[in-house]
Every structure is written in C-alpha cells, then in structure tokens.
C-alpha cells in the first residue's frame, strides 16, 4: 500500500507539473499597442466630415480614407480612386479601387463614393467643413459598380487635389444611425477600427478587412492639452508619439531617446491686417513698413531653433504656385520709418493687435514682433484672446485690435486659394477686400489648364508679396516627438501612413 506523499511534496509536484506546462505550452502573441498624444480630439468626435484642419487631421486616417491622397513632395497619389481624367472642362471621371470594404462590412464602390458626395452636397451636410472642398460639384452620377462620373458647375482643375479632404463614409450605415451616433460609433475603410470613441481619447484597434492592412493591433490617442504634459508622457514612456511639441523641449525630447519629426502644415504664420475699418494700416506705406521694421531672421535662429525659414509669400513650399525665387521682404528698419513718415506719421503710430497663444514660442515671438515694431516708432498693445474670441473675429467681425494672428494654408488639397478666400472680398465679414485680387481668383478657378491658372495664382502671391496683406513671419513647421518604440512613421503633410506604423518590439 502506497503512503500519501506529505503536503510540501504534493505543492512542489505541483508547481513543478504547472512550470513544465507553462514552458512546454505554445507562446502567445504579446498584442503590438502605440499611445499617441495630442492638444485636443476632434469637438466633433469621430465625424471625419465635420473638421478639416488640425489636431484632428491628424487622425482621420486610421479609421478613413479619401479618394485621393498628398504625397510627401505634394504630388497627388491614389487612395480609394486609382485613377482620374477629365472628360470635358466641367466632367471628371473617378476609376476607384475594387474589393474594398468598410468596418461594418459595407462595399465601397461607385454607389458608396456618390453617398458620402451627394451627403455633403445636401442641406445637412452643407455646414460641414468638408463641403467646401466639393463646393464646385453639381452632380454625381455611377457610370459603372467601380467608375464615377461628377460634373461641376464651373471648370475645377482642382477637384482630384479637393477630394483627399474628403474621407468615405458607407452610405447605409451612416442613413440608418445618422450623424450623431456614427460619430460616436464610426466605420471606415481605414487601417483600424473604433474600440472606444470617447471625449478624451480614442482606442482603435486592427481592422481585418482593410485594403491597407495596420501592421499594429491597437492604437490609443489621448487629449493632453498641456505641450509641458505631452513632453513628459513622451520622455516617461506613457506615449510614444507626442503631437506639436514646443521648439523651447526638442532637445529635451532628443535627449530622452526619441526623435522628432518636423511636420510641415502647408501654412504661414501672418500677423493679419484689419483694412476693412478706419486704422493707418489702410494706407498700403504702413503695411509695408511693418513687415520691414521686422527681424524675422532673428526669430527663426533664435526662437524657433533654426527649425524652418523665413516666409518670402502667403504660400507655403509645397504649394501649388509656390515660388522658390520669391525673396523675402527686406529687413530695414531705417527704410520701415521712412515709409512711416511718408504716410503721414513722423512720429509713428499706435495699434492694437489681438493675439491668440497656443503654443509656448508664441508669446515669445510676439513679443519680438512688439520689440521690432517699437524700434521703428509702432507702439502695439497686445490684446490677448481666447479662442471664443478668436472665432467672434473670424465669423462675426468682432474684433478687438486692428491686427490678429492667423496662418495662410492650404491643406488638404495644397492650394493656396484655399486661404485666400477666407482673406478677401468673398469671406462673409471681411476683413481685407482687394478687387484686384477678388477677380483674379476667379479668373483662377475658372482656368482649367493648370499652368495657366499656376501663373494666375503666381500673380496674385506676387501682388501680396509688393502689398502684404500682413506681417509675413514664417512658414509653419510643428514637431512631433516620436518615441523608441515607434520603428514606422511617416506624415507628408500630417496625412499619416497609419497602415505602416510599426513597433520595434
């Protein structure tokens, strides 16, 4: 008969039996996981058709994708369409991709294509940021399951570039929950799917049946509005990417291990005029002055570290017309008072501008632009504002100086008539009006040959390169801290490739 073993011999065979099952089972995938940090998640939540510009930019493309897509020089790339031509001036025929299909298993195709267009065309999706990309279209038609065919109204070279702001939607599912509940439940064709869609963060994970497959199987973005906050989640690990780090932390973030990556925005930075009320900046001797009585050499090798360059035009590199041979305006102070006193104003002058602050540089920036000015005899009272305010200005005309920040881009479709509209005679509360300008956008808009309408544009860079519509300071560069974890990562533009994010774990 066989003695019960003793109670410490019976938990060591059962460790030991427990230990040999562990080691001999088979090895379990440790899931791949990036965190992202950014200043603020879309107000829209996850409706990629309600914001257009940044932060949200930034993520539209992990759950979506466009027609059409910038590339890293600013050429225009395939995405869901593979191919576009023009049939006639007003008639563009879309080739789109075969075999794809949304999140929730709906088919992209002609039909699907049409629905998202014909969605910003109704009165429901008019108010919406992405409309003013298809603002020209007057109909879609399906010519075939895979093949559209959209007229516009007006010749418009443009829309193929117009349409990578314009992120897919599958129709069917969007017409049945409608726009509130697909925001908080979306579906796309993009590289991951919504998990979690909340107000302070995304949790995204692996879409399987995406055409552009993610090599990452989750994905979390989190509101920090802090940049000092975003840095130290960056350096302490708790995020691997830290969107719009400040230029005073880079060597930080450097220091720490990561990597930054110097995102251009298509965009430049303006301090601009107010010319449609009673100031001295009507007179088009001041304006000038004001840009000459700046050192913007020294803001950009002092203040921003060297890390983009002096504006020399309202287009940024990259965009369509830019011009490589287009200097900048001088820096003269001696030249800035003369011009000064021919205007009338020997003695100089006082301003208010009204400054809105994101980022930590900027209040030492314009307090620079307040040094300079001062030396040349412009007294500026800085008025800061909050963004309610900034918006007042921009929808209402409420402003509170004769003066605000504001960049000139052109994103998503890289023209620059895309700023130009919001600064000219056909904003709804102007704040600048020049005729001259006025008629060459059209003119522009109605000229399909795109080397005709690039020298048209090209005039009118020129024309307010010889008469600023501001204070020319720099063009936009933002960086992003990227962690050691992150092995793939790459954003022409901000448009990032979410499908080849990878981890080098």
């Known amino acids: 008969m066989m003695r019960p073993k003793p109670p410490q011999l019976r938990r060591r065979a059962l460790l030991t039996s427990l230990l040999t099952a562990l080691l001999t089972a088979p090895a379990v995938a440790k899931e791949s996981e990036l965190s992202f940090v950014i200043s603020q998640l879309p107000p829209g939540r996850a409706n990629p058709l309600t914001s257009g510009g940044f932060p949200p930019l930034l993520i539209w493309g992990s759950m979506f994708d466009a027609l059409t897509e910038i590339g890293e020089n600013g050429t225009l790339q395939p995405s869901l369409a593979t191919a576009w031509r023009a049939e006639s001036l007003q008639r563009w025929i879309i080739t789109l991709r075969e075999g794809v299909v949304f999140s929730n298993g709906e088919p992209f195709n002609a039909e699907a294509a049409k629905g998202t267009l014909d969605f910003l065309m109704s009165d429901a999706g008019r108010p919406l940021s ?295 005679c056909f904003w709804s509360v102007p704040w600048i009006c020049r005729r001259d300008l006025a008629d060459l956008m059209v003119a522009a808009d109605a000229e399909f040959d795109l080397d005709k309408r690039r020298t048209i544009v090209r005039d009118i860079i020129h024309r307010l390169h010889a008469d600023p519509p501001g204070i020319l300071l720099y063009d936009n560069v933002h960086p992003d801290g990227i962690g050691p974890r992150v092995a793939e990562y790459e954003a022409p533009f901000g448009f990032i490739r979410y499908h080849k994010l990878e981890t080098t774990e």
């Open 130 to 424: 992405a409309f003013r990309e298809v603002q020209s279209i007057s109909t879609v038609s399906v010519r075939d399951a895979y093949t559209l065919d959209i007229a516009t109204s007006t010749p418009d070279s443009m829309l193929p570039a117009k349409l990578a702001g314009v992120w897919m939607l599958p129709p069917q599912y969007l017409s049945e929950v409608g726009a509130e509940t697909f925001a908080r439940k979306p579906h796309g064709t993009g590289p991951f799917r919504a998990a979690r869609i909340g107000i302070e963060v995304f949790e995204l994970e692996r879409a399987p049946q995406a055409w552009q497959p993610a090599r990452l199987d989750r994905l979390v973005v989190r509101a920090l509005p802090d940049p000092t906050s975003r840095v130290q989640a960056l350096i302490s690990g708790a995020a691997d990417v830290a969107f719009d780090v400040g230029v005073e932390d880079i060597e930080a973030v450097e220091e720490s291990g990561a990597r930054v990556d110097y995102r251009r925005r298509a965009s430049v930075e303006v301090w601009q005029f107010i010319t449609e009320r009673p100031s001295p900046l009507q007179d088009a001797r001041v304006r000038l002055a004001l840009n000459m009585a700046v050192d913007r050499d020294s803001i950009v090798k002092t203040l921003l570290r060297g890390r983009t360059r002096v504006a020399t035009q309202v287009a940024a590199p990259g965009a369509f017309a830019f011009d490589p041979d287009l200097p900048a305006i001088p820096y003269d102070p001696a030249r800035a008072r003369q011009l000064l006193a021919e205007a009338g104003f020997p003695n100089g002058l006082d301003l208010a501008f009204q400054v809105f602050v994101e980022g930590p540089a900027d209040s030492a920036i314009y307090l620079k632009v307040v040094e300079d000015l001062a030396k040349a005899g412009v007294r500026i009272k800085l008025i800061r504002a909050t963004r309610q305010q900034n918006l007042d200005g921009v929808y209402n005309g409420k402003w509170l100086g004769s003066a605000f920040n504001m960049n000139w881009g052109s994103l998503p479709s890289l023209d620059p008539l895309a700023a130009m509209r919001y600064h000219s």
